[in-house]
Nanobody
Framework: QVQLVESGGSLVQAGGSLRVACAAS????????MAWFRQAPGAAREFVAA????????WYAPSVKGRFTISRDNSKNTVFLQMNSLKPEDTAVYYC?????????????????????WGQGTQVTVSS
């Protein structure tokens, strides 16, 4: 049974930092890219960051570039999102996702389509 389990969401003040994690199990993560998306109330789910299986390539949404860092530890099947200089507009449920690293992934990595596995999400709330 495939599981992606997020953890680390919390309430934090604006300007603060938080690291969320996503532990994967039940499938071979080899050649799977990982990503973080987020969804605020009443809004569509949006891309935050993605990382290739080997960790050599990363991509970020313009709104988080320079503040957030995605990383992964394949020995532990875990992906992380370090969030610094948090803003109230970062408040959302953060979801991790896994998708096969195919040509379609590279073409559509900012969209939800390439990702076949999703976690249940972890709430991040940034107070002003």
């Amino acid at each position: 049974q495939v599981q992606l389990v997020e953890s680390g969401g919390s309430l934090v003040q604006a300007g603060g930092s938080l690291r969320v994690a996503c532990a994967a199990s039940g499938y071979s993560s080899t050649n799977y890219a990982m990503a973080w998306f987020r969804q605020a109330p009443g809004a569509a789910r949006e891309f935050v960051a993605a990382i290739t299986w080997a960790g050599r390539d990363t991509w970020y949404a313009p709104s988080v570039k320079g503040r957030f860092t995605i990383s992964r530890d394949n020995s532990k099947n875990t992906v992380f999102l370090q969030m610094n200089s948090l803003k109230p507009e970062d408040t959302a449920v953060y979801y991790c996702a896994a998708g096969r690293q195919t040509p379609d992934f590279y073409s559509y990595k900012y969209e939800t389509g390439p990702y076949e596995y999703w976690g249940q999400g972890t709430q991040v709330t940034v107070s002003s």
